[in-house]
């Protein structure tokens, strides 16, 4: 009995320290599992948040290259004058704003003098007639109406009997030089008071039939046209078919159809071989070339020109003109020529200042000469010709105009400099 009962002590605490372990166990047990779920849960925090790190990585991995890419030029141009403007640049603008270079002052002011041609004003169109004394003074006439009085300007090309008709139709509303050789078709027309005469253009004109003064030297007999066939083996050449070679006018122009009538009422159709140059240029080309070889010439020439003016020449006498004579067969001299500006009637209401300036207008002979002759040396056009006379004689052309529109010109032929 004592044995059983010294026995039953140990199992007593056997089984209390089994009990005491087999509690730690579970509460071990249950710290693992609540430990296992707390990391679960951890993990899927993570797994949850981990996309959304994955997504913002590339973005911000994208612009850090953006950033760290080098930029163009011109987009670094621009941001660094956005950040930082050079002080050169914000120091020329300002002085920019705060005063004007004085170039463009200048070329502001001479706007200002010099307006452009008005469109809402009417176009002023000249006739452009083909010879030079014509063709200057016409682009002279012009650039005053343009850029003085500020009204558009067209030049229409073509010879008397053309520009003659345009003008009477209106297809030009200002004709510089108006010969006397038309005389008869203004006396023909069934209302004159469709033009305007407004005064002289030109110094008293001569036209007339003409040889070197070194021919009428060397042939004292030759004086008048009714000489010409006794002396018609002087002007024959190779080209002439045997006749006296004669320099006609330009086709088209009125003193052709004059030239004509007089051969035919000097019976001198069987003696003159009529050449017609192609232009008033090629006409004193003709002339001067032969003379410069001192050889025989005949022909038709005005004056004053260039040639009548430096050349040496004999004017062949012809029956005195009357106006019976002139208005029929013509066998007479030519007039003198009152070289005249008419306008189509339409310009006096139209431009009334540009109507005055025209009566005021004239190219005199020495200024007209000069110009021609300018022209001739320099080998220039007539639009560089009507800027010499405009440049070399602002006395002349200036007393026809008032003082604000010559100070225009003068502004717009500074320009041409």
Known sequence: MSKLWSRVPRLHAARSLFGLAAGLLIAAALVLSACSDDAEEQQQ???????????????????????????????????????QPQPAAQQQQAQQQAQPEPAAQQQQAQQQAQPAADEDKTTIVFSDLNWTSSEIQVRAAAFIVEHGFGYPTELIAGDTVSLFQGLINGDTNVTMEIWPGQQPWIDDLEDPTIIEFLG?????????????????????????????????????TADSRGKARFIDCVPGWACEQANGNKVIAYGLEDVLELVKPGSGAALFEDLESTYNRGEAWLGYIWGPTKPTATLDLYRLEEPEWTEECWNSHQGCAYPDSEVRIAVHHTLLEAAPDVVEFLR??????????????????????????????????????????????????????????
Do not use: C, H
Request: net charge negative; aromatic share 8%.
């Open 45 to 83: 925090s993570v797994a949850q948040a981990q996309p959304a790190q994955q997504t913002e990585q590339p973005q911000a991995a994208e612009q850090a290259e953006q950033q760290e890419e080098p930029q163009p030029a011109a987009q670094q141009e621009q941001t660094e004058q956005q950040a």
């Open 200 to 236: 002289d253009s030109l110094d008293t004109n001569w036209e007339g039939w003409v040889v070197p003064q070194y021919v009428k030297d060397a042939n004292p007999g030759l004086v008048s046209v009714s000489d010409l066939p006794e002396y018609m083996e002087l002007f024959v």
């Open 360 to 417: 005021a207008w004239d190219f005199s002979a020495v200024v007209q000469v000069e110009s021609e002759i300018w022209l001739a040396d320099n080998n220039a056009t007539p639009d560089d010709a009507a800027i010499w006379y405009l440049s070399n004689n602002p006395d002349v052309w200036g007393a026809y105009v008032p003082d604000d529109v010559a100070e225009r010109v003068l502004a717009a032929l500074a320009e041409e400099s």
